[in-house]
Each structure stands twice: as structure tokens, then as C-alpha cells.
T-cell receptor, first 112, second 114 residues
């Protein structure tokens, strides 16, 4: 089955700097790669996703890149703000409406 | 439009008791997922339904766990008997086959078994 590795497990950045979180997956059949943000005590919230027919996708300060050949994808957050502090999870699945396999999460701290 | 609704939000019970968690998916969504989150294991799938039919229950840890989806707007996850190691946050998520199929999570039920 699918296995998703995520790193780093913790990341501290200064406000205004960029943050990058990387994930690798094992199943070449996976075609859908979402990213979720989870604040303490809250639900995971979908922030951006990418599908295998796209190499890069951007939404304001957030971007995701996908390299299907190498089986890795990354989340980039630019101009970080304190409210970006949270745990971020990457995931992979065959398609959007099939079960997600999650990475272990990255705890991002943005220091003002 | 209401998102995924889960109840109860918190549940504290004693070992050996039956626990029932409830989920109402987003109206119109036809896939429903139960995930469990723990510090040790992270977020993992327990079971998922498509059009009210269980498709994959390989994540259900043992026979003490069961799940049903009697109609398109309601699902239950039952643990009987409960054990301390079942303590976790249980999330329900739903998605729509058409379009992107993005999964949206409910607020979760924090279960504590003493």
C-alpha cells in the first residue's frame, strides 16, 4: 500500500521568511496530493491540492510542486505570518474521493 | 451551508462501555470517511463508504469496531467494548465524486477511555 514520508517534523522560521515542507510517496498510482493545515484542537483544513497532470499550483502565498518521476511533492509558504503557525499534513491518494494516506505532519512555528 | 457535523464533540467513558460516534456528511456528498488521529500513529483511515456502501474497512483495528451508513446523511462508528488504547480523536470527512473530490473534515470527537 501507499506510504507517505514527510519532513521536517518541526520547522521554525522568522516572520516574513519562506517555509518549505517536503513529502515523498511510494505508490506510483497515486494521482491526488492535498495539503491540510491543523491548528491545535481543530480539524484538518484543506489549504491546497495538486493532481498528477499538473506540476505546480499556486494560491496567493501558498504553492505546491509535484515531481511524479521522483514521487515527491512540496509545500511552499512565502512571506510567513504568525497565523501560519500550525501542523501541516501532506497526503496522497488515487483520486480525491478515495482514502487519503497522510504524512506524520510538520509543526511550523512562525516567530514574530 | 453546514459542513460535516459530528457528535459528541467529547466523550469520556470507562473501559468496557459501548461508545457510538455520529457523523452527518455535507449535503450531497456521496463518499464518507472515518479517520482516527493519535500522537503515535498520526491520521489513519478506519473505513470509507461510497453511496452508503462500505468500500474499504481494512483500517478497522479489530472486531470491537463497527461502522454503518444507513442513509446518505448519517453514519455511526461504534466501539464495543471500549479500551483505553481507543483513546484518540475520531474524524469524519466527506467528499463528492464529481468535480475534485476534495475531502472536508468534521470537527472530530475526542474520545477518552479510562
Amino acid at each position: 500500500g501507499e506510504n507517505v514520508e514527510q519532513h521536517p517534523s518541526t520547522l521554525s522560521v522568522q516572520e516574513g521568511d519562506s517555509a518549505v515542507i517536503k513529502c515523498t510517496y511510494s505508490d506510483s498510482a497515486s494521482n491526488y496530493f492535498p495539503w491540510y493545515k491543523q491548528e491545535l484542537g481543530k480539524r484538518p483544513q484543506l489549504i491546497i491540492d495538486i493532481r498528477s497532470n499538473v506540476g505546480e499550483k499556486k494560491d496567493q502565498r501558498i504553492a505546491v510542486t509535484l515531481n511524479k518521476t521522483a514521487k515527491h511533492f512540496s509545500l511552499h509558504i512565502t512571506e510567513t505570518q504568525p497565523e501560519d503557525s500550525a501542523v501541516y499534513f501532506c497526503a496522497a491518494s488515487l483520486s480525491g474521493n478515495t482514502p487519503l494516506v497522510f504524512g506524520k505532519g510538520t509543526r511550523l512555528s512562525v516567530i514574530a | 451551508d453546514a459542513g460535516v457535523i459530528q457528535s459528541p464533540r467529547h466523550e469520556v467513558t470507562e473501559m468496557g462501555q459501548e461508545v457510538t460516534l455520529r457523523c452527518k456528511p455535507i449535503s450531497g456528498h456521496n463518499s464518507l470517511f472515518w479517520y482516527r488521529q493519535t500522537m503515535m500513529r498520526g491520521l489513519e483511515l478506519l473505513i470509507y463508504f461510497n453511496n452508503n456502501v462500505p468500500i474499504d474497512d481494512s483500517g478497522m483495528p479489530e472486531d470491537r469496531f463497527s461502522a454503518k451508513m444507513p442513509n446518505a446523511s448519517f453514519s455511526t462508528l461504534k466501539i464495543q467494548p471500549s479500551e483505553p488504547r481507543d483513546s484518540a480523536v475520531y474524524f469524519c470527512a466527506s467528499s463528492l465524486d464529481r468535480g475534485g473530490g476534495e475531502q472536508y473534515f468534521g470537527p472530530g470527537t475526542r474520545l477518552t477511555v479510562t
